[in-house]
């Protein structure tokens, strides 16, 4: 199934949502704007793709605490802050806690959208990395645990004949392990194995 990569608007004030909706509009890009955090929260889940453009100050929950929310959940939104002149300060901090920039009011418009175009390709590049990550956990939970522990031996750079001797099978039974893994893995050799696993233990 694929994504469909939307920009999503938080901000209390009508007029901007909808004038922001339709500046993107004019340009192909698909937005939906929302009046606040908990309405955002409402429609929220793991599976949004695309970016979020989240005011830092509003009624109720603030942006910085949609944001602090967002990443306790796991979420993997990108966020572009919309922020006044005495907000930088605590944009900048938005900014240490993950997000990706920072648009200072009153702003152009072909500022914004040279942001969220950078923005949706790295959230792009992003959702296809996670896509890759999830296919090979999929795949490492296929293993058997006798294959699981002959993946870590391998990972560690043990030549064949050390790894029989660690697990006390023949060297021929190692090959045979290698081999299972590398099909499993859905990969051609020892190096393509060990890319895939470093992808697994990735924090991103």
Same mark, same amino acid.
């Given at each position: ?43 929220? %889940?793991?599976?949004?793709?695309g ?14 605490e ?57 959230a ?32 560690e ?28 893995? %859905? ?18």
């Amino acid at each position: 199934m694929t994504a469909e990569f939307l920009v999503h608007i938080v901000d209390d004030d009508f007029a901007v949502r909808d004038s922001l909706v339709e500046l993107l509009d004019s340009v192909g890009i698909k937005a939906v704007g929302y009046e606040s955090a908990d309405a955002f929260l409402t429609e929220h %889940n793991q599976e949004m793709a695309g970016c979020l453009v989240l005011d830092i100050r509003m009624p109720g929950m603030s942006g910085l605490e949609l944001q602090k929310n967002l990443k306790e959940q796991g979420s993997t939104l990108p966020i572009i802050f919309i922020t006044g002149h005495a907000d930088v300060p605590m944009a900048i901090e938005a900014i240490k806690h993950g997000a990706i920039e920072f648009i200072q009011k009153p702003f152009r418009d072909q500022e914004l959208l040279d942001c969220i175009h950078t923005t949706m390709e790295y959230a792009k590049k992003s959702y296809d990395k996670n896509i890759e990550k999830k296919l090979v956990l999929d795949n490492l939970n296929s293993l058997t645990d006798r294959e699981k522990e002959a993946l870590e031996l391998v990972s560690e750079g043990h030549p064949n004949k050390v790894i029989a001797s660690m697990m006390g099978i023949s060297q021929r039974t190692v090959e045979n392990h290698r081999a299972k893994l590398l099909e499993k893995m %859905n990969v051609k050799s020892t190096a393509a194995l060990i890319k895939v696993l470093l992808l697994a233990n990735s924090s991103q």
